[in-house]
T-cell receptor, first 110, second 115 residues
């Protein structure tokens, strides 16, 4: 079957570093994306990896290992506004169709 | 860039009624996607369009669900004979398409409650 596994919740203090892991098993793979969703809001795009390695975008970095069917999102210098749900999503075709994980709720405490 | 617009924001309906939602994508985006999201879960793929052509409809979707995108602009999602299990947030997204990654831009969704 197809699945994306990620932790359900992570708690950390302001200024800390958080890593959210994602393992996937899908019928097609064109890339791994990460989306952020605040309560009551729309998912917003954070990053995308099509090839192995690390992509850095400001405080956020994303990593992919295609051979291990594994990726992670790294949140650095955590801020209170980073409290949200984070979803990994696999592009399963060339048309941009995404299969999402169940999401990881990140709780940032003072 | 005015963003993806969805209407209505909320819809309460009685079981057995039909409902229709509308999505207006970002104007230069030729791909449009519908997803459904329930509490504590990630968005679940329903269907998507390249311009006016419907590319795929999820096998999980019953025949009560239908989507259209006439003229490749706005899209509508209709649910016939609603059931309580249809209660969810219905999200629309659009993207530029083309080669490589084109991020999905989501609207704020339509929350459906079936009583």
């Amino acid at each position: 079957g197809q699945s994306l596994e990620q932790p359900s919740e992570v708690t950390a203090v302001e200024g800390a570093i958080v890593q959210i892991n994602c393992t996937y098993q899908t019928s097609g793979f064109y890339g791994l994306s990460w989306y952020q969703q605040h309560d009551g809001g729309a998912p917003t795009f954070l990053s995308y990896n099509a090839l192995d390695g690390l992509e850095e975008t400001g405080r956020f970095s994303s990593f992919l290992s295609r051979s291990d069917s594994y990726g992670y999102l790294l949140l650095q210098e955590l801020q209170m506004k980073d409290s949200a749900s984070y979803f990994c999503a696999v592009s399963t075709d060339s048309w941009g169709k995404l299969q999402f994980g169940a999401g990881t709720q990140v709780v940032v405490t003072p | 860039d005015t963003g993806v617009s969805q209407n209505p924001r909320h819809k309460i309906t009685k079981r057995g009624q039909n409902v229709t939602f509308r999505c207006d994508p970002i104007s230069e985006h030729n791909r449009l996607y519908w997803y459904r999201q329930t509490l504590g879960q990630g968005p679940e793929f329903l269907t998507y369009f390249q311009n006016e052509a419907q590319l795929e409809k999820s096998r999980l979707l019953s025949d009560r669900f239908s989507a259209e995108r006439p003229k490749g602009s706005f899209s509508t999602l209709e649910i016939q004979r609603t059931e309580q299990g249809d209660s969810a947030m219905y999200l629309c997204a659009s993207s530029r398409g083309g080669s490589g990654n084109s991020p999905l831009h989501f609207g704020n969704g339509t929350r459906l409650t079936v009583t």
